[in-house]
T-cell receptor
């Protein structure tokens, strides 16, 4: 059973379109994250939710809107896609919001987004 | 200067070699240090976790933290082709999301 799953795995779309990426975790974790990994492999935090509440919102264009319908799901909706949005987007989860201390983050397999 | 610096490589070694991967950082408040392994087209997975300074060993892997020099290392003994991956260091202050290095690509050839 996959612990953190994402759909779709690949997404190719035109500039200006709106798209969504879905994430689900079956670990019973309270905290979920979205990361962006660019072509140079830098992994940067975008958002973090704890029990469906937004706790981290880094400097990300407001075209990106996370939504957490319940604590097992964190979806990412992107409006008006731009070329620079092309990257791999990773979802992750941890037992609590203290990720980086004793709480390990578990990552999904990633969604490869290509904007043409 | 980025908060966490890591040479992207690639680092190419023969099978059986001892591999040394390193990161430097600038934030002296970092207390928690992690190494993640990321295979091609997969998500990162936690390999080693260390709190504060010192060494930690797990099988063929040893993590070292030198807070005085702001320098962390991951050693891999008897490297195998299956160790070929990108290794990302990450570090954090308590209650914060980790800051990641850009990863070092390791290639172990038979």
């Amino acid at each position: 059973d996959t612990a953190v799953s994402q759909t779709p795995k690949y997404l190719v779309t035109q500039m200006g379109n709106d798209k969504s990426i879905k994430c689900e975790q079956n670990l019973g974790h309270d905290t979920m994250y979205w990361y962006k990994q660019d072509s140079k492999k830098f992994l940067k935090i975008m958002f973090s939710y704890n029990n469906k509440e937004l706790i981290i919102n880094e400097t990300v264009p407001n075209r990106f809107s996370p939504k957490s319908p319940d604590k097992a799901h964190l979806n990412l909706h992107i409006n008006s896609l731009e070329l620079g949005d092309s990257a791999v987007y990773f979802c992750a989860s941890s037992r609590s919001e203290l990720a980086g201390s004793k709480e390990t983050q578990y990552f999904g397999p990633g969604t490869r987004l290509l904007v043409l | 200067q980025k908060e966490v610096e890591q040479d992207p490589g690639p680092l190419s070694v023969p099978e059986g070699a001892i591999v040394s991967l390193n990161c430097t950082y600038s934030n002296s408040a970092f207390q928690y240090f992690m190494w993640y392994r990321q295979y091609s087209r997969k998500g990162p997975e936690l390999l080693m976790y260390t709190y504060s300074s010192g060494n930690k060993e797990d099988g063929r892997f040893t993590a070292q933290v030198d807070k005085s020099s702001k320098y962390i290392s991951l050693f891999i003994r008897d490297s195998q082709p299956s160790d070929s991956a990108t290794y990302l260091c990450a570090m954090s202050v308590r209650s914060s999301v980790p800051t990641f290095g850009r990863g070092t690509s390791l290639i172990v050839h038979p």
